[in-house]
């Protein structure tokens, strides 16, 4: 915000904390960035919110109003607008709007964009048809949780509990080779039924947490190994891990940084595990090593450059 | 990578959350954390989410009671505007003869046009 943040809140300058804040009120509930899509609402927003930061502050406004910090850098960051995150594709919170039973376009429609939850977090209107009210069978709500797994858990599988919003738990058993962002449909695990209707399914959207080393394609396993100089020029079996455990892999010899070796069935399910090597000098040449190095260019030198079209 | 925020951190970035408000936010599932090992775990579309629940409940006076049946609608409007930008960029994408048929369709069906009778 540039601007005088009395204007921006259309105010005086004598104007009461509370004429302040009722300012504020009114230009954010007219112009909501997540409610108001007009472009001009949005600026008029952040520049009352920016003015509002700094004038609900007793301390700031005097220092304002004294001259002492102007209202350029008074802005907090960015306030963090729903609207951008809940249009992204990916949002947890996605939920279908009214295609999914359609007759005649719920095949189009789920062709084009897939299903949806759509009574995951409100629970309203979407309920199961019954014929005679009299008669009043409803299934339970279907619950959709979010889990974060780590890497490992994922690919090895494993059990954990979740923390239900109401405070119990539930137990859950992570299939083997679980991917980041697959559901796990816990049958029965949701809100109780009405009448004679059964309960509701948990739905558990998993994503992977980052492992330090491991990343993961698929079924496939990639990883960087660091190896030693003498490793690389002579060769040996050197100890990498996999996520069953470490095994042994045969550096061919003059290895390069950037040579991919595979181990077969290593990854998950039946996949491979992929293994870049990485030369890595010693913290501190010696001069046994230097004085090596010193000698043997004079007449084996090489230009690893050479078939580059950059040059050197 | 994405950002994960703590519930400390969550209630310290977030204007007028409070604790008890945010436990009532989770327990109506309004807002569903991920579920970690250290305890639930906040995503910076559910911080932007909080934001608003909070803006709504106290700028536009909402009940809380409404707050699930406004967020619902806001979520659907979102969603459909997602896909929505996704079809028109993939329309937009196509040859002009595609674009045409489709525009011919879609004026059929959403745009009423008046004739204005002569004379009578």
Not at chain 1, 9 to 32: F, N, P, Q, W
Not at chain 1, 143 to 159: V, W
Not at chain 2, 11 to 36: E, G, M, N, Q, Y
Not at chain 2, 98 to 103: H, P, S
């Amino acid at each position: 915000m540039a601007g005088d943040p009395y204007e921006a809140l259309g105010v005086a300058k004598t104007a009461s904390d509370a004429e302040i804040k009722k300012a504020y009120r009114k230009i954010a509930k007219s112009d909501h960035p997540d409610l108001n899509p007009d472009p001009s609402a949005t600026a008029r927003f952040k520049a009352a919110s920016a003015a509002y930061d700094l004038l609900k502050d007793a301390e700031q406004r005097r220092r304002f109003d004294a001259g002492e910090i102007d209202a350029q850098g008074q802005e907090r960051p960015q306030r963090h607008s729903y609207r951008e995150h809940a249009e992204a594709a990916g949002n947890p919170y996605a939920r279908s709007y009214g295609f999914d039973g359609d007759p005649d376009l719920s095949g189009v429609f789920s062709d084009l964009f897939g299903r949806r939850g759509g009574r995951g977090g409100f629970s309203g209107f979407q309920q199961e048809e019954f014929s005679d009210p009299r008669d009043f069978h409803v299934r339970g709500q279907d619950y959709r949780f979010n889990l974060e797994i780590d890497f490992m858990t994922a690919a090895n599988g494993g059990k954990t509990r979740i923390t239900l919003p109401d405070g119990g738990d539930l137990g859950v058993t992570i299939p083997k080779g679980v991917r980041d962002g697959q559901t796990i449909r816990l049958k029965g695990k949701g809100g109780k039924g009405i009448g004679g209707g059964g309960p509701g399914d948990a739905y558990l959207t998993v994503s992977i947490a980052p492992h330090p080393e491991f990343t993961r394609d698929g079924n496939d396993v990639f990883l960087t190994l660091p190896i030693s100089i003498d490793e690389a020029i002579l060769g040996g079996k050197v100890p990498v891990p996999t996520i069953d455990g470490p095994v042994n892999l045969t550096i061919p010899k003059g290895a390069s940084s950037g040579r991919k070796l595979r181990l077969r069935g290593r990854g998950i399910n039946g996949g491979d595990q992929h293994v870049e090597l990485k030369v890595v000098m010693p913290a501190k040449p010696d001069e046994a090593l230097e004085a090596f190095m010193e000698e043997w260019r004079k007449d084996h030198g090489y230009d690893p450059r050479a078939g580059t079209k950059a040059g050197g | 990578m994405p950002r994960y925020y703590s519930e400390s951190q969550i209630l310290a970035l977030v204007d007028d959350l409070t604790a008890p408000r945010l436990k009532a936010f989770v327990r109506a599932r309004i807002v569903t954390p991920l579920s970690t090992a250290d305890g639930p775990a906040y995503r910076e579309t559910d911080l932007a989410r909080l934001q608003l629940l909070c803006d709504l409940a106290d700028i536009h006076e909402l009940p809380e009671d409404s707050l699930p049946l406004v967020m619902s609608l806001i979520d659907q409007l979102n969603t459909a505007r997602g896909d929505m930008r996704a079809l028109m960029q993939a329309v937009a994408a196509e040859p002009d003869e595609v674009r045409g048929r489709i525009r011919t369709v879609i004026r059929h069906m959403r745009i009423v046009t008046v004739e204005t009778g002569q004379g009578g």
